[in-house]
């Protein structure tokens, strides 16, 4: 079972900021937080992770709440291409390591409308 | 960097036959292979995790004799659907995580649609 949850769907306005919520109240001090985005047809993509710290990388920020129960991840700027399905998913990223899998839950689809 | 491809993209058989997907990471080198499946309007669903040169490790309910999997090189990982039925038809996704220590990530592949008639 996905250890996160996330809204079903959210419509965004292009050219404005999308933040997407994740809650994960039961992630254990050694689970990252990853989260990744398909669109329709392809493979999922990443887009950024964390563990306590807020991160930023080209395509995103991502800010983790000081308790990590739960994070955000924000899209600066969203574009009609960012329309597309984002997964929050909590995971222990060592090779072999127990919790190293990722589970996909239903997550986020959405919407960036012109 | 982190690209990983897949071949094919598409595929179609015919009920009974047996296809192979190829998973290759291009520019990194990668111990760890997964091989996923989606079907329509549906999440992934991991089917199995693939460790080069040992055998694969598959989840619960994943027949191992149906899905074969092998992973002989740091690069390339094939999966391998035999007689292939119509309930096989599915959007086959792999990912490679790199062969480093560290928070490593998983990169994914663009998938491969197959479809048995």
């Known amino acids: 079972d996905a250890k996160t949850t996330q809204p079903t769907s959210m419509d965004c306005a292009e050219g404005r900021a999308a933040n997407l919520p994740c809650n994960h109240s039961?992630?254990?001090?050694?689970?990252?937080v990853y989260w990744y985005r398909q669109i329709h047809s392809q493979g999922p993509q990443y887009i950024i992770h964390g563990l306590k710290n807020n991160e930023t990388n080209e395509m995103a920020s991502l800010i983790i709440t000081e308790d990590r129960k739960s994070s955000t991840l924000i899209l600066p700027h969203a574009t009609l291409r960012d329309t597309a399905v984002y997964y929050c998913?909590?995971?222990?990223?060592?090779?072999?390591?127990?919790?190293?899998?990722?589970?996909f839950g239903g997550g986020t689809r959405v919407l960036v409308k012109p | 960097g982190a690209v990983v491809s897949q071949h094919p993209s598409r595929v179609i058989c015919k009920s009974g036959t047996s296809v192979k997907i190829e998973c290759r990471s291009l520019?990194?080198?990668?111990?760890?292979m997964f091989w996923y499946r989606q079907f329509p309007k549906q999440s992934l669903m991991l089917m199995a995790t693939?460790?080069?040169?040992?055998?694969?490790?598959?989840e619960q309910g994943v027949e191992k004799d149906k899905f074969l999997i092998n992973h002989a090189s740091l690069t390339l990982s094939t999966l391998t659907v035999t007689s292939a039925h119509p309930e096989d038809s599915s959007f086959y996704i792999c990912?490679?995580?790199?062969?480093?220590?560290?928070?490593?990530?998983?990169?994914f592949g663009p998938g491969t649609r197959l479809t048995v008639l």
């Open positions: 039961t992630i254990s001090g050694n689970e990252y």
């Open positions: 520019d990194f080198q990668a111990t760890t």
């Open positions: 693939s460790n080069e040169g040992s055998k694969a490790t598959y």
């Open positions: 990912s490679a995580q790199r062969a480093s220590g560290g928070s490593d990530t998983q990169y």
């Open positions: 998913i909590v995971r222990v990223p060592l090779i072999k390591a127990a919790g190293n899998k990722l589970t």
